[in-house]
């Protein structure tokens, strides 16, 4: 069997794949793509530890994260939508008519 | 258990009932929604008092999701309250008063918080904080024809769904070192003292940034100015007042149940939050100095308060955590005023900027007067409650050693004075051509703004039960 220190570095490095892509990133679905993978990088260590522990407690936790996560990218794909129409752009620099 | 969560049981059969009468109604009776609304809430309301009283020891109810106490019971009442004054100020604000859809994600986001502060268990924490921010996110977007609006959700989506990850990492740790998802099986694990203290305190971190977005802490503040100047006014308030109460009702049970100060020896989680506090009401205030929109330096204003709030958190006591409970009930009360004057005067002004607030009282004295004392309740002026919130924050901060931290504390309510007053000078001061043209204000907001006015003033003059409310059900912690 693999050990799990294996899977828990997999999932800090999909993390921090993740995060960097939301720093860097300026294009809207890139970031929520990223932010997905953040999501997946805990997914990944709730299984785990789920399998190691023997338990189910941590699978069915990632079930919940997953159905949250579908609601949430539902909500945020309207909201970029909304704001494409007008500003016929998804670059986050572009949208920042509130400052001050 | 059924009673128990009778008042929750009462949103969901709420927000149906709302959505299919939006249906049944025509555009003209649609007006008659958010009293539908308000009704529901108010029941309950009284189901909570009546029905779902917690007894002397603390329940766990639902298999352990939920713990049923006197902390939960609070914090239910102060949400209940937050989305009723929201409702009514939502009657008068034209844009949103008739749109049935609009209510029901009061009500799911309502719902949300409740469960928060009842929370024993990740699972339930992680899903209830996103049942909360989901319809959050839309209501701060919901004006599609205005684009500050649409952007200010699109950037509170950005910001929100970035931290939930981080959270959820963090939980994801928090389940790796004690094999459960139980909040009190995870203290347990945590005191056996195995963990080395750069993991506990690296998973304090994750876990806190989804929390401290919540409530606007320094640097997880950048969304709030935003997103409070563009969604629409009541929804400004609801996310400065009940959201981040929900916020804090998670952190004091998180940090004080799941991380036991026992289990770090030494250097913990206090001095974390006692730099966070300064960090968070230092920069709130100071760059609320700057602001020429009222809705921008209210929600920098808000920042201020959160780092106030976090001083209690920080001195982890019996007198931290009632003086956080007593500065969040008097907070909620406050600001909720605040923002309703900006509601209803942005209907008549058409506009946010302070130089619209000249010679407001000559127009309307009855705002003007609510506005004087919620801004003067917000610097920490007697007779209002504001002042006893301060002063009991401060006094948990002196309890446990960190005079530094009051000192901070008392220096930034000076700052806060000084930008309160600035608008207070232009209401009651400044003459502006306008002064003939009176400012109406809804009769449901007139409800709203009179019970928060009369809270605000009872908060301050009458104290003792407030206090006492405040130690029982931040007893339920200890």
């Known amino acids: ?100 | 258990m059924f009673l128990t969560l009778l008042p929750e049981i009462t949103l969901v059969v709420l927000a149906f009932v709302v959505l299919t009468t939006d249906l049944a109604l025509d555009r003209q009776s649609r007006a008659f929604l958010p009293y539908l609304t308000a009704a529901g809430m108010l029941l309950a309301v009284i189901f909570t008092i009546v029905f779902a009283l917690p007894g002397d020891k603390p329940q766990l109810i639902f298999g352990g999701m939920l713990r049923h106490d006197w902390l939960t019971f609070v914090f239910r009442l102060v949400f209940l309250f937050g989305a009723l004054a929201t409702v009514l100020f939502s009657a008068g604000w034209e844009r949103v008063a008739r749109r049935g859809e609009y209510y029901v994600l009061i009500i799911t986001s309502t719902l949300g918080m409740m469960l928060m502060g009842a929370s024993a268990d990740l699972v339930m924490l992680f899903l209830a904080i996103e049942t909360t921010s989901i319809p959050l996110y839309i209501l701060a977007g919901f004006i599609t024809e205005d684009d500050k609006s649409t952007e200010s959700g699109f950037k509170y989506l950005l910001f929100g769904a970035m931290t939930t990850a981080i959270m959820l990492y963090g939980f994801s740790m928090l389940y790796g070192f004690s094999g459960s998802t139980n909040l009190y099986w995870i203290a347990g694990a945590l005191m056996s003292g195995e963990l080395p203290f750069i993991s506990m305190m690296g998973t304090v971190i994750l876990v806190m940034a989804g929390f401290a977005f919540k409530v606007s802490m320094v640097p997880f503040h950048f969304w709030a100015p935003d997103v409070y100047e563009g969604s629409p006014t009541p929804i400004a308030g609801f996310l400065s007042t009940a959201s981040k109460a929900a916020g804090f009702a998670v952190i004091i049970r998180v940090l004080l149940t799941a991380f036991p100060l026992e289990a770090f020896g030494g250097v913990d989680w206090t001095m974390m939050m006692a730099i966070a506090a300064a960090l968070t009401m230092s920069v709130g205030n100071l760059i609320a100095l700057a602001q020429t929109n009222i809705k921008r330096l209210l929600a920098y204003s808000s920042v201020a308060h959160a780092g106030y709030i976090l001083m209690g958190i920080a001195a982890a006591s019996e007198l931290g955590g009632l003086s956080v409970v007593f500065y969040i009930i008097v907070y909620l009360v406050t600001n909720l005023a605040a923002f309703g004057v900006v509601a209803v005067a942005e209907r008549t002004l058409g506009s946010n900027d302070l130089e619209a607030y000249d010679g407001l009282s000559r127009r309307s004295p009855a705002l003007a007067l609510v506005l004087l004392i919620s801004l003067l309740s917000l610097a920490g002026v007697p007779p209002m409650g504001g002042f006893i919130a301060k002063v009991l924050v401060f006094a948990a901060a002196v309890e446990a050693n960190m005079v530094w931290l009051a000192v901070v504390g008392i220096l930034n309510a000076i700052v806060g004075l000084y930008y309160y007053l600035i608008v207070l000078k232009r209401v009651y001061l400044f003459r502006s051509e306008e002064e003939d043209k009176p400012v109406p204000i809804p009769r449901p907001s007139a409800v709203a703004l009179t019970v928060c006015l009369i809270a605000i003033l009872v908060f301050g003059t009458i104290i003792a039960p407030w206090f006492d409310y405040s130690g029982i059900a931040a007893g339920a912690l200890f």
Not at chain 1, 18 to 32: D, P, S, T
Not at chain 1, 39 to 48: E, I, M, S
């Open chain 1, 1 to 100: 069997m693999v050990p799990v220190s294996y899977y828990v570095a997999l999932s800090a490095i999909l993390f921090t794949i993740g995060a960097l892509g939301v720093l860097i990133r300026r294009n809207a679905i890139i970031i929520f793509m990223s932010i997905e993978l953040m999501l997946n990088a805990g997914n990944l260590l709730f299984v785990t530890f789920a399998r190691s522990f023997e338990q189910l407690s941590g699978q069915v936790f990632v079930f919940f994260v997953i159905a949250v996560a579908a609601a949430e990218v539902a909500v945020g794909l309207a909201l970029i939508v909304a704001v494409f129409k007008s500003k016929q752009s998804i670059d986050i620099d572009e949208v920042s008519n509130l400052r001050g």
